[in-house]
């Protein structure tokens, strides 16, 4: 774990049963939103994919991937044991809704470098919890090179840090165990979605100001 620039790194937080859980989440929920029947698509495919969740942007999750996002808290609430960060708060809390993206990279992926704008009305901070499956993946954040090996997670203020992909590595991965359709990485994210107005209950779906510049993807040929 690296402190003091606003990004934690937890090096094998879920084991390879849980990485199996993970892929087999996203993937059921990426068919059943789709109406894709197979994945000849992404087995052709040497750039990224973001995968079918059901939602629209800012929408909760926590029904549709209940253990990505229990994952994603799990690792919310770690950080905010080690450094109690103000915004964490809600996130933490059970009933608090976080919404997401699941994005399948092939060789030739990456993302620019950037920072996200809020998602919210007056938001200062915007954390993510990013879990990795797969392929190790070059991750920046700020003037660091992460390499995110599968079953890692880093948390981060993405806001403040710095962040994007630089490339996928071509390792030695089972990925059929994995149940990925091909040799590839699979990143979660996840964040805080929006609220009602009493802060209490969770909107299932609704379009979050500023979306557009969470995560934009550019693939490289």
Same mark, same amino acid.
């Given at each position: 774990?690296?402190?003091?620039?606003?990004?934690? #790194?937890?090096?094998?937080?879920?084991?390879?049963?849980?990485?199996?859980? *993970?892929?087999?989440?996203?993937?059921?929920?990426?068919? &059943?939103?789709?109406?894709?029947?197979?994945?000849?698509?992404? %087995?052709?495919?040497?750039?990224?994919?973001?995968? +079918?969740?059901?939602?629209?942007?800012?929408?909760?999750?926590?029904?549709?991937?209940?253990? $990505?996002?229990? *994952? +994603?808290?799990?690792?919310?609430?770690?950080?905010?044991?080690?450094?109690?960060?103000?915004?964490?708060?809600?996130?933490?809390?059970?009933?608090?809704?976080?919404?997401?993206?699941?994005?399948?990279?092939?060789?030739?992926?990456?993302?620019? $470098?950037?920072?996200?704008?809020?998602?919210?009305?007056?938001?200062?901070?915007?954390?993510? $919890? *990013? +879990?990795?499956?797969?392929?190790?993946?070059?991750? %920046?954040?700020?003037?660091?090179?992460?390499?995110?090996?599968?079953?890692?997670?880093? #948390?981060?203020?993405? &806001?403040?840090?710095?962040?994007?992909?630089?490339?996928? +590595?071509?390792?030695?991965?089972?990925?059929? %165990?994995?149940?990925?359709?091909?040799?590839?990485?699979?990143?979660?994210?996840?964040?805080?979605?929006? &609220?009602?107005?009493?802060? %209490?209950?969770?909107?299932?779906?609704? #379009? #979050?100001?500023?979306?557009?510049?969470?995560?934009?993807?550019?693939?490289?040929?």
């Amino acid at each position: 774990m690296k402190e003091g620039c606003l990004y934690f #790194v937890f090096r094998s937080f879920f084991s390879f049963d849980e990485q199996k859980k *993970l892929v087999r989440e996203a993937l059921d929920c990426h068919h &059943m939103n789709s109406g894709d029947s197979n994945w000849e698509d992404l %087995r052709i495919s040497t750039s990224s994919r973001k995968l +079918a969740l059901g939602i629209s942007t800012g929408g909760d999750l926590t029904s549709t991937l209940p253990f $990505a996002v229990a *994952l +994603a808290r799990k690792a919310f609430r770690k950080v905010f044991e080690k450094k109690d960060f103000e915004a964490l708060k809600e996130v933490c809390r059970e009933d608090a809704p976080l919404t997401g993206l699941a994005l399948l990279y092939g060789p030739n992926a990456s993302m620019p $470098a950037h920072y996200d704008s809020p998602t919210q009305p007056g938001q200062r901070e915007e954390w993510l $919890a *990013l +879990a990795t499956v797969g392929n190790t993946v070059s991750f %920046r954040c700020n003037d660091d090179v992460l390499e995110l090996k599968s079953g890692d997670v880093v #948390v981060f203020d993405s &806001m403040a840090v710095l962040h994007g992909v630089e490339g996928v +590595a071509e390792d030695d991965v089972d990925y059929q %165990r994995l149940g990925l359709p091909i040799a590839s990485r699979l990143g979660t994210l996840f964040w805080q979605g929006r &609220m009602k107005l009493n802060n %209490r209950s969770p909107v299932t779906a609704s #379009v #979050v100001d500023g979306v557009g510049n969470l995560f934009v993807e550019s693939d490289c040929e």
